[in-house]
């Protein structure tokens, strides 16, 4: 049980941003109130939303939005409310993942030890097994780009890279952020030794071609929109900004394009969403006819 004591000397808190949670939001908010000086729920479920309002304690804040205002803005309202209160930095947290126990503190410790503190982010690795710690979590190796789930943000960073970019909604704002954190120089840094249980997607939804089943993440047809749009505006933005991270982002993304198109659920209407979503990016624009479901907890994965 967190004991009142700073992680590694610096107060540390969480977000968890929720949208029609069940009960992986219950076991992850059980394990952050181990570990964080404050835990900051920020709840984008339309309507009232008794779910997370059970769950607020003396440590647990709960932020009814009422409303989807998409992750970009769920994180910013929590990351603000947590340096409102002193807190000097967060863990992100999507409400489906699982951080082992001592996560937390462990990647507190390797971060806050860095040279480049406290211009610096960190993250774990993400898979679907059950999340354990294993090898030297105390070695962090340099990376392109960190999944906000996870993802270790110190307060002093956010004021200097500055807020989640809102417009996005929900797909890439992790990317987007990690390239503009890059530029502004912080350090982008993973543990290879500490696992988040995390679900990407909905693989069971790849489909058969060629005879084998395609390894995909199945995420729905209006993801697939916002991803290929939010893709092109930022290959675009960053192209001579950072353009080592820009030719590895392009690579993995004409994968993802491919892998979609030939073995994802919907596969005309995806090839026709990251089509449009391709010209929406350079255009600026934004086709609402994929705006996100409000109805279904499995079209929000």
Same mark, same amino acid.
Request: proline share 8%; hydrophobic share 40%; glycine share 10%.
């Given at each position: 049980m967190w004991d009142g004591m700073a992680v590694s000397g610096?107060? $540390? =808190?969480?977000? !968890?941003?929720?949208?029609?949670?069940?009960? %992986?939001?219950?076991? /992850?908010?059980?394990?952050?109130? +181990?570990?964080?000086? +404050? !835990? &900051?729920?920020?709840?984008?479920? %339309?309507?009232?939303?008794?779910?997370?309002s059970a769950l607020a304690s003396e440590r647990v804040v709960v932020l009814q939005q009422g409303e989807n205002r998409g992750l970009g803005s769920a994180l910013n309202i929590g990351v603000r409310a947590l340096r409102d209160v002193g807190i000097e930095a967060a863990t992100l947290w999507d409400q489906d993942s699982l951080p082992a126990p001592g996560y937390m503190s462990r990647l507190a410790e390797s971060t806050t030890g860095h040279a480049s503190w406290p211009y610096v982010i960190s993250g774990g690795c993400h898979g679907t097994s059950a999340p354990y710690i294993s090898g030297d979590d105390?070695?962090?190796?340099?990376?392109?780009? /960190?999944?906000?789930?996870?993802?270790?943000?110190?307060?002093?960073?956010?004021?200097? !890279?500055?807020?989640?970019?809102e417009e996005f909604f929900v797909d890439m704002i992790d990317t987007e952020y990690s390239l503009r954190a890059r530029a502004a120089g912080v350090r982008l840094l993973r543990a290879p030794g500490l696992v988040i249980n995390h679900h990407l997607g909905d693989a069971a939804k790849s489909a058969h071609a060629l005879g084998f089943r395609t390894r995909t993440t199945g995420h729905p047809v209006w993801r697939q929109y916002w991803i290929a749009r939010n893709t092109a505006i930022l290959l675009h933005e960053f192209r001579t900004v950072d353009p080592k991270a820009i030719r590895s982002i392009r690579h993995d993304t004409f994968r993802w394009y491919a892998r979609a198109i030939v073995g994802g659920p919907s596969r005309v209407s995806t090839a026709l969403a990251? !089509?449009?979503?391709? $010209?929406?990016?350079?255009?600026?624009?934004?086709?609402?006819?994929? =705006?996100?479901?409000?109805?279904? &907890?499995?079209?929000?994965?």
């Open positions: 610096v107060r $540390h =808190g969480a977000v !968890v941003t929720a949208y029609f949670p069940g009960q %992986p939001l219950i076991d /992850l908010v059980a394990l952050l109130e +181990q570990e964080c000086e +404050q !835990v &900051v729920i920020v709840d984008n479920t %339309p309507g009232w939303g008794g779910f997370c105390s070695e962090l190796e340099p990376v392109i780009r /960190l999944i906000t789930s996870g993802m270790f943000l110190p307060i002093a960073t956010y004021n200097k !890279v500055g807020p989640f970019r990251l !089509v449009k979503g391709l $010209h929406d990016g350079r255009t600026r624009t934004v086709d609402l006819r994929y =705006g996100p479901p409000v109805t279904s &907890v499995k079209e929000r994965r």
